[in-house]
């Protein structure tokens, strides 16, 4: 019997759902089309019908931990007009990677599970294409917007400084997930990006 287009997205979930939980628990290579099957009493050519590879899968539950993610901080900080916005959106971040138990194991396969290759790099990016530059277009718009306003110093590179942000916010995320962070994420987070944008801002006279 054909399904419908609402069963189909719920087989659809359901497969990613255990395709996460797998590559958490087991990583990249060890999780295969035969356990993400099992898991969810389903035969592996069903998997296969939604999925011909792993890399798919990943791209998949990349583009759904990011669409969740912009929906939450849309609600939490809609707009990017000061640098206070800035540290507020990674601290609202930080809270969503907290609350959110599939937010938190997509970040520890991705930083910690993920045994990357060129290949595989390659064709995940494929996949998450439309998601692959919203953030850093989306900050260096805002930092460019700050330069214009006088409120941080224009001779930074905005595309540069967007791109380093996001390294120092994987990169506490890696700590804390790694149980190697000093201190609470959030905390984290927010004194770091103080004391960044602490040499940007252009001093009032």
């Known amino acids: 019997m054909k399904k419908t287009k609402q069963e189909a997205e719920e087989t659809k979930k359901a497969i990613l759902q255990s395709a ?19 898991k969810i009493g389903m035969t592996k050519g069903a998997v296969y019908w939604y999925f011909r590879n792993k890399p798919e899968l990943v791209a998949a539950i990349i583009n759904d931990y990011i669409e969740r993610k912009k929906q ?3 609600e ?6 000061h640098f206070k916005d800035i540290v507020a959106y990674f601290s609202a971040t930080a809270d969503f990677l ?10 520890f396969f991705l930083s910690l599970q993920m045994e990357w290759s060129q290949s595989t790099i390659t064709k995940v990016l494929e996949g ?6 919203y953030w850093s277009e989306y900050f260096t718009k805002a930092l460019i917007k700050m330069q214009k306003n006088g409120e941080i110093r ?8 967007s791109a380093m942000m996001f390294n120092l916010w994987t990169g506490h995320v890696e700590a804390y997930l790694s149980k190697r962070c000093p201190t609470d994420l959030k905390c984290m987070v927010q004194k770091s990006f103080d004391i960044m944008f602490n040499g940007l801002i252009l001093k009032k006279e």
């Open 128 to 133: 998450i294409r439309e998601n692959a530059t």
């Open 20 to 38: 996460l939980d797998l590559f958490y628990e087991k990583g990249y290579f060890k999780t295969t089309f035969e356990l993400i099957s099992s």
């Open 98 to 107: 907290l609350s959110d138990e599939n937010a938190c194991k997509t970040a």
């Open 72 to 74: 939450y901080l849309n």
């Open 76 to 81: 939490k900080v809609p707009a990017l007009n």
């Open 154 to 161: 224009s001779d930074i590179n905005a595309e540069l400084l």
